[in-house]
């Protein structure tokens, strides 16, 4: 395997041994069942499969940094270089950040941290940011379920190694978080849902924005449906111990981006992008106001909001002349 990570052994090849892993992650298959199928020991299933997880974790660097690295120093994204929607007005941006929670097993005694109110079961609080590519560039796993959206981005901040936003670069986000430098939320209390904007000519500023923003973002909504798709362990109940879990969490990632890089029309990914190119009105939170505990300086997210209303008025600008004209011609 390159970069070393993994060789064979003398009872054992690395393609079993990652044919092994990927067929328990793949369908969430308990070790017992994976030892009758391929005539292998209990311990031997689950050395190799720990093993491989560590070695497919230590991908991360390659596959996810790499890639936004590659985005933020200027990599092509077409989205919003050449689609007469968003060009130039969205030039900066990186791609979309938001949460997903992912289904952990945790003791009774913690359960309360980790309930949601889906069905009342238990899951972890994932921080994720993509490009417009399908592939994911940061991912910070193992969050309460109880912790505020806000609360995790300023976590992945400080961290030792931090999640940085190049000046002048931003993000997109729900309104969970705060409108603050290299983050650019929609408008609160204004309406912004994809299906709510269908037949509908935006008469503001504001909802102008909200309707390119939502179109925009929508491509992190597909990339998690993509990525559950692939791997249904992340949508049901777990018997791995929950550090293991969230380990696993972070290897799907790490594996979906590998897949999208060597197949990106594959048959799951295909019919999993067209099940979210409509996001209902149950796939995006509805608008409501919310406290937030950023750390951001007040001064920041100043400067910041005047950066957006600027940059909104002169796009909205653009727009109501390019429909002026259009009127004319007719």
């Not at 596959?63 to 969205?90: A, C, M």
Request: net charge positive; aromatic share 12%; proline share 4%.
């Amino acid at each position: 395997m390159e970069k070393g990570l993994l060789s064979d052994t003398r009872n054992y090849s690395v393609e079993e041994e990652m044919m092994h892993f990927l067929h328990i992650i793949g369908h969430n298959v308990r070790f017992r069942v994976a030892e009758a199928r391929y005539f292998r020991s209990l311990e031997t299933v689950s050395r190799q499969f720990n093993e491989t997880l560590t070695v497919v974790a230590k991908l991360y660097k390659y596959l996810v940094e790499n890639h936004k690295d590659f985005i933020q120093n200027g990599g092509n994204q077409p989205q919003v270089t050449v689609d007469s929607r968003f060009t130039p007005y969205f030039k900066d941006c990186l791609g979309a950040l938001d949460e997903t929670h992912i289904a952990v097993n945790v003791p009774k005694e913690e359960q309360i941290k980790f309930k949601s109110g889906i069905k009342g079961r238990t899951t972890q609080n994932v921080l994720v940011a993509c490009s417009f590519d399908l592939k994911f560039t940061y991912v910070l796993a193992g969050w309460k379920r109880i912790a505020h959206d806000q609360r995790v981005l300023d976590d992945a901040h400080s961290r030792m190694n931090p999640f940085i936003i190049p000046n002048g670069k931003y993000y997109l986000s729900d309104e969970e978080y705060t409108n603050e430098p290299g983050i650019l939320a929609p408008y609160r209390n204004t309406r912004y849902h994809l299906n709510e904007h269908i037949g509908r000519r935006p008469q503001m500023h504001k909802k102008l924005f909200n309707k390119r923003h939502a179109s925009l973002r929508n491509t992190i909504d597909r990339e998690f449906g993509i990525l559950k798709k692939c791997f249904p362990l992340l949508s049901t109940d777990s018997w791995f111990p929950y550090k293991i879990q969230v380990r696993i969490t972070l290897v799907c990632f790490v594996l979906h981006n590998f897949i999208m890089g060597v197949d990106p029309n594959n048959p799951i990914t295909v019919e999993a992008s067209n099940d979210d190119q409509a996001p209902t009105q149950d796939a995006i939170r509805i608008t409501t106001a919310s406290s937030s505990q950023s750390t951001t300086y007040r001064g920041d997210q100043n400067r910041w909001a005047n950066f957006k209303d600027n940059f909104v008025t002169q796009r909205f600008n653009v727009y109501t002349n390019w429909r002026n004209n259009q009127s004319n011609v007719a």
